[in-house]
């Protein structure tokens, strides 16, 4: 692929402005400066623009730290939205592959990819989903029992899904759950007498939230990591 033709499908840029880009002579393919938009880009090379890579035309999949206080939507009238600690290209073709509440924390995944994130999202697959819990009453002997039979919420039909209660200390819990509905974390515990006081997501399917991330930064995601949401 021409080098021009890359940047124009990378960046989103016209063929003006990709031109402007390359002679600039901020633009290197495999680490040698490129000032011409006719150099063929081969499958598999470095391009970066400024120090920074450009990842090549095709799906993007990013695994995303959320701080608190943001949303997982492109807009909000009263909360940030956590589009803004991205700094990509094209944000409009991106979407969540599972949402947070504004005051949950923890791994989002973020892709242009709608069968990739249908798969962690839809029902059926019943994706797993692991979070920390902070509560403010005391962990009860009985809780684990009651995620393992399931759990009847209010104005739901069919008591959740069973799911896997580890206890760590008085208030603190680790929770795992085979499907997403509506606050389910909260509500789960509401139903038991108790409230959350925090909540962070760790994991969703075999992904787990990268350690060297710190609150609202991102990378993206490796081969193997993306093929394992479609080996589940």
Request: hydrophobic content about 35%; overall charge negative; glycine content about 8%.
């Amino acid at each position: 692929m021409r080098l021009d033709k890359f940047l124009c499908d990378a960046l989103g840029a016209t063929r003006k402005e990709a031109t402007k880009i390359i002679k600039s002579g901020d633009v290197t393919v495999d680490g040698v400066m490129q000032k011409s938009g006719a150099f063929k880009v081969a499958e598999g090379s470095e391009v970066e623009w400024q120090g920074r890579e450009i990842n090549k035309p095709g799906p993007r999949y990013i695994m995303l730290f959320k701080p608190d206080g943001f949303v997982c939507s492109h807009e909000d009238g009263f909360n940030q939205t956590a589009f803004m600690l991205l700094d990509e290209v094209k944000m409009e073709t991106l979407h969540f592959a599972g949402r947070l509440d504004v005051d949950t924390t923890g791994l989002v995944l973020i892709t242009d990819d709608g069968q990739w994130s249908h798969r962690i999202t839809s029902p059926k697959h019943k994706c797993d989903k692991t979070y920390r819990v902070w509560l403010a009453d005391p962990v009860q002997a009985s809780y684990q029992q009651a995620f393992a039979d399931g759990i009847q919420l209010k104005n739901e039909k069919a008591p959740t899904l069973p799911a896997q209660l580890e206890v760590i200390d008085d208030h603190e819990v680790v929770l795992t759950i085979h499907e997403g509905k509506y606050h389910q974390v909260k509500r789960m515990f509401a139903a038991l007498g108790n409230k959350v006081e925090a909540l962070h997501r760790e994991r969703i399917g075999e992904l787990e939230l990268d350690e060297m991330l710190e609150p609202g930064e991102y990378r993206y995601l490796t081969q193997e990591e993306i093929d394992s949401v479609w080996n589940k």
